[in-house]
């Protein structure tokens, strides 16, 4: 609670969640697109639990794990969530629901051509100087979204550890999809 009353409201996290409760408002899911957006929206959540799992932010370069197929796999974990509940609120039958779809992929469409760039400088940099050869080998070797087949063969070690999971804060996510989805559903 504590990190949550530390965070800002910014301008963009409050049209955020200004569109998140017009999605919720407005939602109107067919059962075909609902089953096929929850499924996205799992598969995005276990990728960025997976990442948190193995990440310490500015502890090292993590190299493992998810890390060793996408420099951003929390990111790529995010657009699914982000997809999956579009998916999952929209419907084909419908102009509401065709419009979900739509804004949706507006928004898709922002947040690779605004936001990923912004952090993408930030972080890059950030990290070429906190681990300056180790960073260049893994930009060097790891895509950054879209993930390599293979996983690159750094050397770490690291394994994937359920304490970094809740010192990431991540099971937030899982909790607000899920109550997400049940409020889609039931409306």
């Given amino acids: 609670m504590a990190r949550l009353r530390a ?3 910014t301008a963009r996290k409050t049209l955020l969640y200004v569109l ?3 999605l919720l408002i ?5 059962p075909s697109t609902f089953s096929l957006g929850c499924l996205i929206v799992v598969l995005g959540l276990m990728l960025r639990i997976w990442s948190f799992g193995h990440l310490e932010k500015n502890q090292e370069m993590i190299t493992s794990g998810p890390f060793a197929y996408t420099r ?8 699914l ?3 999956g509940l579009v998916l999952a609120a929209g419907n084909a039958l419908t102009p509401v629901g065709i419009a979900i779809w739509a804004c949706g992929a507006v ?3 922002l947040f690779f051509t605004l936001y990923l760039p912004r952090k993408y400088r930030k972080e890059y940099s950030r990290l070429a ?3 300056p050869g180790e960073y260049q080998r893994h930009a060097h070797h790891v895509p950054d979204f879209v993930p390599r087949l293979t996983p690159w063969q750094s050397g770490s070690e690291r394994r994937f550890s359920w304490a970094l999971v809740l010192l990431n804060h991540e099971l937030v996510w899982p909790l ?10 039931i409306q």
């Fill in 107 to 109: 928004g898709i469409g």
């Fill in 129 to 131: 100087q906190l681990f």
């Fill in 72 to 79: 951003n796999p929390a990111y790529l974990g995010s657009s």
């Fill in 176 to 185: 607000t999809c899920l109550a997400a989805l049940g409020l889609m559903w």
């Fill in 7 to 9: 965070r800002k409201l």
């Fill in 26 to 30: 407005s939602a109107q899911p067919a």
């Fill in 20 to 22: 998140a409760a017009a």
């Fill in 81 to 83: 969530v982000f997809s």
